[in-house]
C-alpha cells in the first residue's frame, strides 16, 4: 500500500512538472495542500505561472473543474449559485454555480470586492454553501486554488483575515530561473502544453490519499515542536494576533501530507520547520511597520520565530 501511495504522488507531482518548468518546491506544496484537503493561495505578480499551477493540478485529477475569473462586478451568486423559479412546476429551483466542482480556480481573486470574495467562506471552511436556507453539499474532493496579485497593484481588494485563515498556505512564484524560462519559450511555442495534459489520479485516489495522510503516524514531541512555534507568535512583540489554534491546526495536517509527499509514514520536525512559513505567515497581523501587508518583513519575522525555537531530537 505505502508503495502504491509513493507511486501515486511521484505520477501527479512529475504530470504537473511537465508543464510547469523549474517550479518543483511549488509543485510539491501545491500537491500537500491537495493532500491535506486544504486550499492553496498563490500571490505573485502578473505573468509568472500562477494560473499555469492551478491548471496543471486540475487537469491531473479526473474530476470537475472550473475555473472563475474574479472581476470588480462579480456577484456572490455568480459563485455559488442562485434559485430560479419554475413556472411551469411552480417552485423554486437552485442551479447550482462553478463553485460545485472538485478543483476551482479562482483566478486574481483580490480583484473582487470583499463581499463576493466571502461568498467562498463557508465552501471552503464546511465543504458546503448556503442558498435561500438549503444546504447544499460539495462534491469530494474540493480544493480551491486562488491567484492575487500584489497589494501594490491598481484594482486590487485585499481578502478579509477570516478568508486568509481558510488557505492553508500561501506561497510565491517567482521568477523562473534561465535556462527554465528558454524552454518556457520554446514548449510553448507551438501552443499551450497544459491543454495536452491528461489525468493521472482519479477522484477517488486523492480521497484515498487524503485518508491516508490523516494516518501518517505524528510524535508527542512533534506535538510540542509545532505548539512551541504557534506560541511563539502569540508571544512575539512585533505581532498583533499570533497564530490562531485552525493555523496549528493547518501545519499539523500540511506536515502530514509533506510526509506523504516525500515517502514517509511519520512526520519529522523538518517537515513543520519547512512548512511554518507558507503556512503560518499570512494568519498573523503585524503591528507597527510591518503592518500592511509586507510580506518579506513578515516571513523572516517567521523564519526568525522558528529559528529560536529548539528542535527536538
Known sequence: M????????????????RVVLGKVEVVRMAIVALLAGEHLLLE????????LVGKALAKSVEGDFCRIQFTPDLLPSDIVGSSIYNARTNEFLFNHGPIFANIVLADEINRTPP???????EAMSDGQVSVDGHTHTLPRPFMVIATQNPFEFEGTYPLPESQMD?????ISMGYPERED???????????EPVDELRPVLTGAQIVALQDAVRQVAVDDTIHDYLLDIVDATRNCDELHVGVSTRGALSLYRAAQALAVVEGR??????????????VLAHRVIAKGYLHGGQRDAVESLIHRLVDDVPVPE
Do not use: Y
Open 2 to 17: 505505502k508503495a502504491e501511495l509513493e507511486s501515486q504522488v511521484t505520477e501527479l507531482q512529475g504530470n504537473v512538472c
Open 181 to 191: 524560462e528558454r524552454l518556457v519559450l520554446t514548449s510553448h511555442r507551438g501552443g
Open 166 to 170: 481558510r488557505f492553508l498556505m500561501r
Open 115 to 121: 463581499r463576493t470574495q466571502s461568498a467562498l467562506l
Open 44 to 51: 505573485d505578480v502578473p505573468g509568472v505561472g500562477k494560473t
Open 265 to 278: 509514514q511519520f512526520v519529522v520536525p523538518d517537515d513543520v520547520k519547512r512548512l511554518a512559513v507558507p
